[in-house]
């Protein structure tokens, strides 16, 4: 007995049609994946209390643009990878200009020039004033801003006291507006690595989910 099979159908065209699946399975799954590690990753940083700012830097990019591919692969980073790192791997940051670093405190009033963190140079040119050093034994030493008055109602905070109030110095006190340290150890608060390990992982089920979801709407 002679047993004889015939294909029904045109076989390259099955082909094409089953390449350009797996393009979009594989596609979706590496794009889920992206914004899945990016999103992980923005909540890393606001869970860690770094702020908006910062969770916003990170980006993510399927490639190549614009077009589905067997070999897709996403790119996910930071504008800041600076900073992440710091808080990635944890630091012992130090002066670079002296003796001291300048920290900040609510009574400095927020960003310096072009958004950046205030520093004392930056500081004096925006309120005209001079800071003036006190040294403290067993304790950081502070810049402190002589003469200011506290602001009422809402927006409280301090200003520079007026001519008048200088004459007669009513109201009158001294603000430390820089808290003086050696060096500040920063812990590690963020997992990078990991979640990108965690998501690499699920890849391969992202891609399948797709190609089966295909499979179905063909069906």
Do not use: C
């Amino acid at each position: 007995m002679r047993l004889a099979a015939a294909l029904i159908g045109d076989l390259s065209r099955m082909m094409a049609e089953e390449v350009r699946a797996a393009e979009r399975a594989v596609t979706a799954g590496v794009r889920d994946a992206a914004d899945g590690l990016k999103a992980e990753l923005r909540g890393q940083i606001t869970g860690a209390d770094l702020g908006e700012r910062l969770a916003r830097t990170w980006r993510g990019e399927v490639y190549p643009k614009g077009q589905q591919s067997i070999a897709a692969a996403g790119f996910v980073w930071s504008k800041a990878p600076g900073i992440v790192r710091v808080y990635e791997d944890g630091a012992v940051i130090r002066s670079t200009r002296g003796l001291f670093l300048a920290i900040p405190t609510d009574a400095a009033g927020g960003s310096g020039d072009g958004g950046a963190k205030i520093t004392p140079g930056g500081w004096e040119r925006r309120t005209g004033q001079r800071l003036r050093f006190v040294y403290r034994r067993g304790a950081p030493s502070l810049l402190v801003a002589d003469n200011l008055r506290a602001r009422r109602g809402k927006r409280g905070g301090f200003a520079r006291a007026s001519a008048a109030a200088l004459r007669t110095g009513r109201g009158l006190v001294t603000v430390p507006i820089f808290i003086l340290v050696p060096q500040v150890t920063v812990k590690k608060r963020l997992d990078v690595a990991g979640a990108a390990a965690r998501w690499q992982a699920r890849l391969p089920q992202l891609v399948l989910r797709h190609w089966r979801a295909a499979s179905k709407e063909d069906g």
